[in-house]
Structures are given as structure tokens and as C-alpha cells.
């Protein structure tokens, strides 16, 4: 007994598509596990305990007695603040307060004195370090960025894969139609519809 074999036919390029859907897949997986590497191997090249000094840094603050405020240095890539060295009024007269007003842990200072609110700006004067930027790290940087666009062309992809899948569709339907009969030709050159 012959055994018959099954072909799927008029599939109209859904193959095109699922493929495409597949290799955006794939490349969206490779520019996730790039980024991901590209963002260690950034991590890894900062200048770590980069030394810097602040020199009269504002911070404006009605801060009451008991409460802190944040040194700018905390927000920088693995900021540490070292101890205060000099703070004063950050209005016009610019006079020293006295270090003992206020204490300090880390970046947070609390207005420890008697004082009923702070200034509206004091200035400090601090020694720090953090993690600073090189050029590694800007190189890196800019080739996250642009690894990370090439997501932005998926939906071109899929648009066009759509339109593809769409006339190859049109394509099959006309050939259809004219192959089932319902529209004749004669040697005139004239259509005429034929009988089902």
C-alpha cells in the first residue's frame, strides 16, 4: 500500500513572517546579553577613589534642628563624603558657623545646634571621593547606546514582513480565481465569466 505524503500548501508567507518574528526575537535576545556585558565591562573600568575637594557647595535647606540635609557628593557614582572642614552663612556676610552646630555621618549632615532653622543656603567645604568617568567608560557607554537603538528598527521589520506576507496573500488569490474557471478567456482577448 502506497503511503501518501501531506503537503501544506497555500500558506500565503506565513513562514516569512513567523521567521522574521523569530530572528527579531534572536537579535533582541543578543542586544540584551551585549548590553548586559557592555554594562559590566563599564562598571569595571570607572577610576575608583578619585579624590576631590567641594569647595563652598550650597545647600539651601530650612532645615529644623534635629533634621539633615544631603552633601552634594552622595549622588556621585560611589560618593563618600569626608569630614566637614569648614561651613559658613551662605548670605552676603559669608561668616564662619562653627562645625560643632552640625553633625555628620557619611553625606548627611543634621543641624545639631540650637539654631531654629538654618540658614536659607549654607556653604561646605568637604573633601570626597567617588568612581569618575574615563574615556573606557564613555566608549563603553556610547556602544550600550548604540546596541540598545537597534531595537528601534524591529517595527520597520514587522511592518514590512506584513506587507510581504500581504501581496504574496493577493498574489495567491488572484491565482486562485483564475485558475478555478470563473473567469474565461477567449481569444479576443475579452473576460468573460465561465459557469461553476
Not at 110 to 130: D, Q
Not at 133 to 141: I, L
Request: aromatic share 6%; hydrophobic share 45%.
Amino acid at each position: 500500500m502506497k503511503s501518501k505524503i501531506k503537503h501544506d500548501k497555500g500558506q500565503a508567507g506565513l513562514q516569512v513572517l513567523l521567521s522574521v518574528i523569530v530572528m527579531l526575537f534572536v537579535i533582541g535576545l543578543l542586544v540584551m546579553i551585549f548590553t548586559l556585558m557592555g554594562g559590566g565591562l563599564k562598571n569595571a573600568t570607572y577610576d575608583d577613589l578619585t579624590a576631590g575637594t567641594a569647595i563652598n557647595e550650597s545647600v539651601t535647606s530650612n532645615v529644623t534642628a534635629g533634621l539633615s540635609a544631603t552633601l552634594g557628593a552622595g549622588s556621585y557614582l560611589n560618593g563618600a563624603c569626608g569630614t566637614i572642614t569648614a561651613v559658613y552663612n551662605g548670605t552676603v556676610d559669608s561668616t564662619a558657623i562653627e562645625i560643632g552646630n552640625f553633625t555628620q555621618t557619611g553625606c548627611a549632615v543634621v543641624n545639631a545646634s540650637s539654631m531654629e532653622t538654618w540658614h536659607t543656603a549654607l556653604l561646605f567645604n568637604y573633601p570626597y571621593t567617588h568612581s569618575a568617568d574615563n574615556t573606557a567608560t564613555n566608549v563603553m557607554n556610547d556602544t550600550i547606546t548604540g546596541i540598545s537603538n537597534v531595537t528601534d528598527w524591529f517595527a520597520i521589520f514587522i511592518v514590512i514582513s506584513a506587507m510581504v506576507v500581504l501581496i504574496l496573500l493577493t498574489v495567491i488569490i488572484i491565482t486562485a480565481i483564475r485558475s478555478s474557471g470563473m473567469i474565461a478567456g477567449d481569444t479576443s482577448g475579452q473576460q468573460n465569466v465561465g459557469t461553476a
